[in-house]
Nanobody, 120 residues
Framework: QVHVAESGGGLVQPGGSLRLSCTVSGDFQIIYTMAWYRQAPGKRELVARI??????KYAPSAKGRFTISRDNTKNAAYLQMNSLELEDTAVYYCNVPRVVLNSGSTMDYWGQGTQVIVSS
């Protein structure tokens, strides 16, 4: 059993910052990749990804403003969001597409999401 939980969302003014956290719990061996997606009306997009070694990829809209990181000792990933804009308003989801379970199976898991609202 694996559970993914996000936290850190909230209301912030344009230009402000938030840090989102994703924690993976349960019985597993390896999380190869962790990613943040966001869902806005009519649109879902990949925001950032990070692999086990720390190699990252960003959406063009996020690069330079957002930073994804992970702590393998805590089975956690983070998304530091700076210079937030109205367009960043969305529900942000943590995705772990490749989790190697103790059984040897590889599974894909999603969290329930955390809401980010950028408004003055």
């Amino acid at each position: 059993q694996v559970h993914v939980a996000e936290s850190g969302g909230g209301l912030v003014q344009p230009g402000g910052s938030l840090r989102l956290s994703c924690t993976v719990s349960g019985d597993f061996q390896i999380i190869y990749t962790m990613a943040w997606y966001r869902q806005a009306p009519g649109k879902r997009e990949l925001v950032a990804r990070i692999n086990y070694e720390g190699v990252t990829k960003y959406a063009p809209s996020a690069k330079g403003r957002f930073t994804i990181s992970r702590d393998n000792t805590k089975n956690a990933a983070y998304l530091q969001m700076n210079s937030l804009e109205l367009e960043d308003t969305a529900v942000y989801y943590c995705n772990v597409p490749r989790v190697v379970l103790n059984s040897g199976s590889t599974m894909d898991y999603w969290g329930q999401g955390t809401q980010v609202i950028v408004s003055s």
